[in-house]
């Protein structure tokens, strides 16, 4: 069995060695400079792909209020509703040290400041509508880790205290203002102005905290805001009788970021993702149309295995992978100007139950990130992602045990955008995964 073994890769070798260029691309030790030493280049080795889900991702303290939906034509409907906890920078209205004072403030109107933080996905052109809703639940993260999930929702009335119809121009605006319900702000004011709110406690038991909720009926993107800039203004005034009233603000702000977070969801209903199993198994790209998937936010990820590494120790009695590339093409039609590539995949290393272990590292000990191709050809064969896997190969081939790791694939972003790709697997049509392999026996 083992001699088959030996001869099947030696005729891979055979077929795969090309030049002595392909010894060129990469530097191998001295300990393996000598004569007699041979360079393999095997470029047909097995890799297996599939698409597997996460059971949640932590989306508090992520700085980003994302808010939007759209139907995305592959990966099916996804939303995005945010949730927050205001503090106000003081809750106490602006006083010449008159207690009687304040009897002649009037409010005048309240509204959302929302600042853009550069961040979309999906069509911009078309009109975003949302809405805001009070919280009835207080904002208390999970007990164990103090942190909120793209899963993780609280209850919130029905009654929208404000709502917007725009085109979300995030590169070109700086903010947006969204009017408030003047009942709600009149009622706030008024708590202010009787000081039944004076503090933090007393204000956030009368507003719990509010939740932006996207139309589902014209959204088509989703949009990120700053939270650290993002705010609630109140405008009153003072009235005098024969006088110009004096304009006055109030505003509240999220201060804390870990009790903001988006609650992020995906209906796959009807798409090759439909019955995507749990967070522990995986989807086969037989079963996907020869396609792996990958998409922020929702905890879509793409796994890649090397399921006979082992065998190329029988290549020789000494031997070792020095180098290693793997070339993930994205799939075409799949990107476009509304669905932009990422510039880069965040590589880690699971195992057979998903479970990540760490990020991949080189033989330096340096994190490994794929990197995004973008030249373009006619038929866009060359756009994909480049990964050097040599010491993870080199690894995995040496392994005594049973257990085998693959590579989890993700975006950068993952807990707070909802960016994807869609890659070919080793026998798609059009955009093979393409691997080369630098074996040297000695």
């Known amino acids: 069995m083992h001699k088959f073994i030996l001869m099947l890769f030696l005729g891979m070798a055979v077929i795969s060695c090309g030049t002595d260029a392909d010894a060129g691309e990469f530097v191998v030790g001295s300990d393996y400079l000598a004569v007699g030493n041979k360079v393999i280049l095997i470029d047909t080795a097995t890799v297996e ?80 509508t949302f809405d805001i809703h009070r919280l009835t639940q207080r904002v208390k993260p999970n007990t164990d ?7 993780s929702t609280l209850t919130y009335s029905d009654e929208s205290i404000g709502t917007i119809a725009y085109k979300p121009r995030p590169t070109e605006k700086d903010s947006i203002s969204v009017k408030m319900s003047d009942a709600f702000g009149a009622a706030l004011f008024q708590k202010l102005k ?64 870990g009790k903001q977070f988006n609650s992020i969801s995906s209906d796959k209903t009807g798409t090759l993702l439909e019955n995507l199993p749990v967070s522990s198994s995986k989807l086969s790209s037989t079963l996907t149309n020869r396609q792996g998937f990958i998409q922020s936010g929702t905890g879509v990820a793409c796994r890649i295995d090397f399921p006979n590494i082992k065998q190329l120790r029988h290549i020789a009695a000494n031997g070792a992978i020095v180098d290693a590339q793997i070339f993930l093409k994205a799939v075409n039609n799949t990107y476009s100007q509304k669905y932009p590539l990422a510039d880069s995949l965040q590589v880690y290393v699971g195992d057979n139950l998903n479970r990540i272990s760490a990020s991949l590292v080189n033989s330096a000990g340096k994190t490994v990130f794929g990197t995004l191709n973008k030249k373009s050809d006619e038929f866009n064969e060359n756009v994909g992602y480049t990964i050097p896997i040599g010491s993870f190969l080199q690894k995995e081939m040496l392994k005594q045990s049973d257990s085998r790791s693959s590579l989890i694939l993700t975006l950068p972003g ?13 026998k798609h049509e059009n955009n093979k995964i393409q691997i080369k392999i630098y074996y040297i026996s000695y």
């Open 145 to 151: 880790d103090y942190s909120f999930y793209n899963n």
């Open 49 to 128: 792909m599939s698409t597997i889900n996460f059971d949640s991702l932590v989306t508090s303290n992520q700085n980003r209020i994302l808010v939007g939906n759209y139907e995305d034509p592959i990966f099916g409907k996804v939303k995005s509703n945010s949730y927050f906890q205001l503090s106000g920078e003081s809750y106490i209205l602006k006083t010449s040290g008159s207690d009687t004072e304040t009897t002649n403030y009037v409010f005048d109107s309240i509204a959302m400041i929302l600042k853009y933080d550069n961040y979309y996905y999906g069509d911009t052109t078309k009109v975003q």
């Open 194 to 257: 009787k000081k039944e709110i004076t503090d933090f406690d007393t204000f956030t038991e009368y507003l719990k905290g509010l939740v932006l909720v996207p139309s589902t009926s014209n959204s088509s993107s989703v949009t990120g805001f700053h939270v650290a800039t993002s705010k609630i203004r109140m405008y009153y005034s003072k009235y005098q009788a024969g006088a110009e009233e004096v304009p006055f603000t109030i505003e509240f702000s999220i201060l804390d970021a």
């Open 414 to 426: 993952l807990s707070k955008s909802v960016n994807r790709v869609v890659l070919g697997d080793q």
